[in-house]
Each structure stands twice: as C-alpha cells, then as structure tokens.
C-alpha cells in the first residue's frame, strides 16, 4: 500500500467512525470544524490520485448527474403492508389471533417498535456495500433511488465489520426529523419558495428529486426495522437481536425498540410511547408489535399483503379533513384580533374539535383559507387545533373570501394593523370587554396572582355584570356581592375573599408577568425582577435604553414595558395595589451563583465623568451585578469610581482610605472590558 492510499484509507476511517458517532448513535465525537477538516483533506487527497477513488468513499455521496426518471426495481421479496389495530380489543384479538394458529398457551413476546411516520426504503448491501436503493412502490415493484439513499449520512455506505451476509437487504423508514423540518420551512419562506406540510410530504418530496445534489440538501434520516433478501450469512432468530445486529454493521435503528410480553406489555408500550410522542423529534404515528420469533413468524406466514405475525397501533390521528362553516374574529388579553374557524366537529388527537385557530391575516392569505373550504386540520398534543392547509380540489363555487372585520367584534372599537405587524388589534384596550376579562383571567391565573377560586366562568360573570371593571375591584369584593352570583354560595365567597387576601403575598416575578405587559412572560417577568433588585420602583422608572441592559429584553419588549410604565392610568394603578391594597413580596435570597450576586454586599459611590456610559448607565451595571450604589462616602464605601473632574468625593475617599477606581478598572469590574 502506498502512503497516499494509507493516508486515504485512513482518513475514510475516521470519518466514517463520526458519521457513524454523529449521525446513527447521535451523539458526535468531535467538533464540525474538525469533521469539515478531515473531509477537505480527503477530497484534497482524492483529488491528486483519482483512480483511488471507490465508491463507498465518505466524498461519493453525492452524484454528478441528474437522472431523467427513475429505474424500476423489482422486489426480490415483496415489502409488504401492516394489518391495523386501533384499540385494546382488536389488539387482544391479534394476540388472540397469533396465539391459536402456533397454539401456544404463554403469553407471547413481541418487539415493540414505534411506528414511524416517512417512507418505506428497501437498501441492498452487497459484500458490505451499499448498492441499490428502492421506494416501497406498490410493493413488488419500486423506483431506483439508490443516487438520492446514498445522500442520508445516517445510511452507511458500506458496512462495518465483516460478519454482515453477503447480501443483506435491511429495510426501514426514511424521514425528516420535527426540528430539520421547521428549518427546511423557514428556508423556504426566506427564499419566498412554497413550505411544505408536514415532515411526510417533505421527506417525499426529497427523496423523489431526480437530482440527488438536491436531496442531499434536505435533511433526510433512517431507521431500519426490518430485512428483506439475505443470502450467504445467517441472522439472528430474534428480531430483537437481529436489530442488534443491524446496530453492530452501522446501521441506524431506533433506540425506543423494546421486547415485551402479551397484550398488558403491548399496552403498557403503547401508552408509554404515546406520553413520549410529541417529545421525540421525529414523528411518529403508532406502535409496531411483531412476532419476535423468527420461526414463528414463519408458521404464522401472510394474509393477502400484510404479514400475520405483526401489526400496527395507531394512534389517534393528528390530522383530519374537515369543512369551514364559519370564521369568527376572537379578541386576546392584549386586543389581538385571531380568526378562528368554525369547523364542521371532527374526530382528531383523541377529541372531537369544532374550532381551529388561523392564527392572524397573513396566514388567512398565504393559505388562501376560505368559508366553506374543506381543509386539513391538526391537533397534536395539547396545541391548539389549526388549519394547517385548504384541499383547493375540492373548494366549492361559493366559498366565500374572510375579511378583517373594521370594528371589535366585543366593543366596536377600530380594529389596526400596525404595518409589518401580522397580528390586527383593538384599540380600545381596558375598555373593551374582551380585552378586560383576558387581562383579569390573566392576572388571577396560577403563574401570575394565583387567586384560586377566580375562574374564568367567574370573571366572565363578575365583568358582565360591571361588579369588576378594574384589578382593584377584585380587592373590593365582599361576601353579600360574591354569594348573589351564579353558583355561588356563602362558603364559596368567603373562600374566595380568603384566597384574594392569601394572594396578596405573592413574589415580584409573578406580579410583573401578571400586569399582562405585551410580551412580557414569566421568563421576562424574572428578569426584569432580578435586574432591578425586587424594587419596582426603579423597574416603573426605567427608560428603553437602560431596559435593554436586562438579559434577553430587546428593543421591541423594552418599548412594550417603557409604553406600559408611562401611561399615567397604569402608573396608578400599580401604585394602588401595592400602597393602598397591600400587594407585597419579598426578595429572594442570592444563591451567590448568577451574575447578580457578584458585587453583593459592596457599596460603590459615583463621582465626576465617565467617558464611555453616563452615570446612570453605570450605576445599572453596577447593581446588575448586585452591587449597591449610593450618594455618599463613608469609611464602609467598597470603592469611589471617579471620572474625569471628580471633586470634593476624591478628595473624602482619600482622606477615609476608601479604594478609588478609574474609569478602566470601573469598566473591568462590571466586564464591560
Ligand atoms: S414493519 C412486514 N416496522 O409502516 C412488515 N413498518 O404498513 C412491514 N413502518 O410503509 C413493515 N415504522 O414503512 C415496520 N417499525 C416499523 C415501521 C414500519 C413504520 C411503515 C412501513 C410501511 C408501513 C406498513
């Protein structure tokens, strides 16, 4: 072996070890700049002696020339489909099924498997490489897409080890994960292309390109869950641990398969995966049991097209088909206006749904969503059901175009769209009604006051009825009012006054995110407690720029909580709840890890000109890292920071022994250098 193809070979090696680390066991061994170093040097390499290039060269995965249509491959064994179980009862009479035709009477064990959402793959590897790739097709039939496999880094290209048959058809599922969707997605809308549906149709659509340079940009992955020919080595005679052998030969398997015992293990399976679901990165729409036996699955053989030894859980779908009957315009806490469509109930992500969100008119025009249209909706976990698109094939002549109404449609006031902004608003703010039960409703939930017992239905009536018209009034409440009201009793209304009263104690964090400042959650809320020290007062008179200094507060949120601050109404009404109704809290103490504590306990003193910031901005900085700052000098001052022109404060310090910082010490204290 010359020294350039040892070094060739070499380098294949390694970077075929961080494929495998990184994109089958998920978990990469070294930096990408390292990997794109090794892969420039091969290439580099490769380049000075073509003729060492081989196909299965980590470099090869990507092919020159775009096909005009794609092969036909037969099927040496037919990929077959899966029988369908969709409840406890059919599932007991597959087992039931399995269990009478071997005539066993113990309890069977099955592989349990997720079943994934993509498309099926048929890979041949022929003496360790990979050699042809086909779609599923109508199952004895399928296409060539062996160019476009070869482009999943996930798929090796040629097998590790050598214990694999000579020729192994491993089989799987070929999918684009949650997260490389929503990316895909947002390229898409940048570069103003068309974004797909769902991760399904994106993985479709990537694996069908007849340019595999294109596919190799979409981020296409595989599982394998099966094999199809095998010939000349022997597998193992569990399914389980032939997925195990998979593993060893560097393919990808997914690491939720499991063996379990009889319809309760199937069952326990089942309801464990369907927990983890919305949690996983791929999606996924039942549960696969199979036979785990291999002789076994033998005896059990086929019906029709569908094995009789597995079968497939599904879940309840995500994704129904539905008609609009109506849309009607809903006015948030916060005035947004969202059209909601008024659906035609179906069945979907386990409960019937009859409205669905279109989130604002941006997304009412890209989706071309019309009254009367037949759409696709989705409800998956505990998201709000939304139209996800329109099935155009089957628009009706009349559907009729949605319009943002002019007026609220609960207080007639103007309805705006700030240009750029998607979202349309009420102006009326606390006025309109919509608006002042979301903001009550807001500040009684449990993250916010958490007033246990003022519900929404509650709120609802107590606003009607003009018995709470402001936060204050929920103070102003007493037992006679509260027990005259629907399903209200006397005991109900002490409890409640007894929560309003209990609430009053609450934290700062809670309190900020409760005033329902546009786009101030419970995240900001913290923040904004932390960096202005638990005093409100300084939070109240912050202005944008020294808003900005809080972490994660932007330019936007600084104007929302700067314009909510200035407005005399709420200036008021704050100082209300907290002088005059007693709202109070406490301030936590410092666990001496984040950056607030670092100056905790020290004093620091400002005099003279800074040239970099003004005073102010450095007394933010200051008592951002915990640091207190005050008027005056004494001997227990930590330190005087003196700009340019300090006077008489220079002259105390000296004569106290108090530490005096210029500007850069003052500036690598706060690490502003
Ligand atoms: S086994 C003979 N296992 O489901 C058994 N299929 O209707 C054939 N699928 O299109 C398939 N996850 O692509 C099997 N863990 C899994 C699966 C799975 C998804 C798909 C498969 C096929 C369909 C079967």
New binding site residues.
């Given amino acids: 072996m010359t020294s350039a193809t040892k070094k060739i070979e070499t380098l294949r090696a390694q970077i075929r070890k961080h494929d495998y680390s990184y994109y089958v066991l998920d978990d990469p061994s070294i930096p990408d700049a390292e990997y794109d170093r090794l892969m420039r040097e091969l290439i580099k390499l490769e380049q000075q002696a073509p003729d060492l290039i081989t196909p299965d060269s980590p470099t090869q995965r990507v092919s020159g020339t775009p096909l005009d249509a794609f092969k036909q491959v037969k099927h040496i064994v037919p ?4 029988s369908n179980v969709f409840s406890i009862e059919e599932l007991e009479a597959f087992n039931k099924r399995v269990m009478d035709k071997l005539g066993v009477d113990k309890p069977i064990e099955y592989n349990a ?9 048929s890979i041949v590897y022929k003496n360790g490489q990979l050699v042809q790739a086909a779609t ?1 097709g109508d199952g004895a039939t399928g296409e060539d897409i062996t160019e476009n496999v070869r482009t999943i880094r996930s798929v090796p290209l040629r097998l590790e080890g050598k214990s694999a048959p000579s020729i192994l058809e491993v ?3 070929v999918f684009i994960s949650k997260h490389g969707f929503a990316q895909m997605n947002e390229n898409a809308r940048k570069h103003g292309n068309k974004e797909f549906v769902n991760p399904r149709n994106a993985a479709a659509g990537s694996l069908r390109q007849l340019d595999a340079k294109l596919t190799a940009q979409r981020p296409l992955e595989m ?1 394998c ?2 094999v199809g020919q095998v010939d000349g080595g022997k597998l193992s005679n569990s399914h389980n641990n032939m997925l195990k052998q998979l593993r060893t030969w560097g393919l990808r398997v ?1 690491p939720l ?1 499991e063996l379990v015992k009889g319809v309760k293990g199937c069952w326990d399976y089942y309801e464990k995966i369907h927990q983890l679901r919305d949690q996983l990165d791929y999606e ?2 039942g549960i ?1 049991y ?1 036979v785990n036996n291999k002789t076994f699955q033998e005896q059990l053989g086929f019906v029709s097209r ?2 009789r ?2 079968t ?1 859980h599904k879940f309840p779908a995500q994704e129904e088909i539905t008609t609009i009957n109506e849309v009607e315009f809903q006015v948030g806490r916060t005035g947004a206006i969202t059209p909601v469509a008024k659906l035609e109930p179906v069945f979907v992500g386990g409960v019937t749904v009859s409205n669905a969100t279109l989130h604002n008119m941006d997304e009412v025009a890209r989706k071309d969503v019309r009254v009367g249209d037949t759409v696709i909706i989705r409800r998956a976990g505990d998201v709000i059901p939304e139209v996800v698109k329109v099935v155009l094939e089957r628009r009706v002549k009349g559907a009729r175009k949605i319009k943002l109404p002019k007026k609220c449609p609960q207080c007639s006031a103007e309805i705006v769209r700030v240009e750029g902004e998607a979202v349309a608003r009420c102006i009326a703010g606390f006025v309109c009604p919509a608006q002042r039960k979301g903001a009550l409703k807001h500040y009684a939930s449990r993250n916010a006051m958490d007033i246990e017992g003022l519900g929404d239905k509650l709120i609802d009536q107590l606003v009607e009825q003009k018995i709470v018209e402001n936060l204050i009034d929920i103070y102003h409440l007493d037992e006679a009012t509260l027990s005259n009201l629907d399903r209200m009793g006397t005991k109900s209304a002490q409890n409640l006054l007894a929560a309003i009263e209990k609430s009053k104690m609450t934290e700062m964090p809670k309190f900020i995110y409760g005033l329902g400042i546009r786009e101030v959650g419970e995240a900001t809320a913290l923040a904004l407690a932390e960096y202005f020290e638990y005093d409100l007062a300084r939070l109240m008179h912050a202005d944008e720029e020294a808003l900005q200094a809080v972490p994660d507060v932007g330019p936007v949120v600084a104007g929302h909580i700067h314009q909510f601050f200035s407005h005399q109404g709420n200036q008021q009404l704050v100082r209300t709840l907290c002088d005059e109704i007693g709202i109070s809290w406490t301030v936590p103490e410092s666990d001496g890890n984040s950056s607030v504590s670092q100056l905790s306990g020290n004093s620091y003193v400002l005099t003279g000109t800074l040239s970099s910031m003004s005073r102010d901005q450095a007394s933010q900085l200051l008592r951002a890292k915990g640091g207190k700052v005050v008027s005056s000098i004494s001997k227990n001052t930590t330190a005087l920071i003196a700009g340019e022109k300090a006077g008489s404060k220079l002259a105390k310090a000296e004569k106290l022994g108090v530490p005096v910082l210029d500007e850069g010490e003052f500036l690598t204290l706060v690490d502003m250098e």
């Fill in positions: 990929m077959l489909s899966l498997e997720p079943k994934l959402d993509g498309l099926a793959v599923r089989r799987g599922e599982f869950y099966g997914c398969v996924i729409d696969v199979k569908a094995p030894w597995a497939a």
